[in-house]
């Protein structure tokens, strides 16, 4: 059974420049959420889909946003990208009906 | 708000010493409590979902278990491939039940 994936793995990107993030949840899986990972600040959750639809939203600026496909892929998109924006991002996937989440390798963004 | 709190921040044991980490949290209805293992520059991977107070759960060489305000991952005679951190995670019933709230994890390292 393929597990969540994560494309790119890596990204260098410029401030002020947008990216667009992948990712592809375990096949079945209604459910994927997004989370940033830094060093002082840990996991902080961004946002959760479920059948397209977005169901929680995390404490992060509007240039942060997200989407869901109908096959259940998801993107998130960061715009007008700053330094602090530098993270691992992870996306996560769940069937929707059982408790917790399966993560992907994440994403790992660096601005310059 | 949910909030959970892991420690210590960083563990050192020789190979074969025991110990245990422990994870605090407020939560307002419980789900799930979550641990997960990460290795650098990977994503977390899971260990156990423990439901409810007096549950315990094995795997190997690690125990985890939960109280209403607690839980620990107790590790028996640690390997050096047992070096990660490890992370706690809780799912409420509240507003954020569609999100995991992280501890910052605990950084073990197993000496040889």
């Known amino acids: 059974k393929a597990g969540v994936t994560q494309t790119p793995r890596y990204l260098i990107k410029t401030r002020g420049q947008q990216v667009t993030l992948s990712c592809s949840p375990i096949s079945g899986h209604r459910s994927v959420s997004w989370y940033q990972q830094t060093p002082g600040q840990g996991l902080q959750f961004l946002f959760e889909y479920f059948s397209e639809t977005q169901r929680n939203k995390g404490n992060f600026p509007g240039r942060f946003s997200g989407r869901q496909f109908s096959n259940s892929r998801s993107e998130m998109n960061v715009s007008t990208l700053e330094l602090g924006d530098s993270a691992l991002y992870l996306c996560?996937?769940?069937?929707?009906?059982?408790?917790?989440?399966?993560f992907g390798s994440g994403t790992r963004l660096t601005v310059v | 708000e949910d909030q959970v709190t892991q420690s210590p921040e960083a563990l050192r044991l020789q190979e074969g010493e025991s110990s245990s980490l422990n994870c605090s949290y407020t939560?307002?209805?419980?789900?799930?409590l979550f641990w997960y293992r990460q290795d650098p520059g990977k994503g977390p991977e899971f260990l156990f979902t423990l439901y409810s107070a007096g549950e315990e759960k094995e795997k190997e060489r690690l125990k985890a278990t939960l109280t209403k305000k607690e839980s620990f991952l107790h590790i028996t005679a640690p390997k050096p491939e047992d070096s990660a951190t490890y992370l706690c995670a809780v799912q409420g019933t509240g507003a954020g039940s569609y999100q995991l709230t992280f501890g910052k994890g605990t950084k073990l390292s197993v000496i040889p």
């Open positions: 996560a996937s769940s069937s929707g009906q059982e408790v917790g989440y399966t």
């Open positions: 939560v307002s209805g419980l789900r799930g």
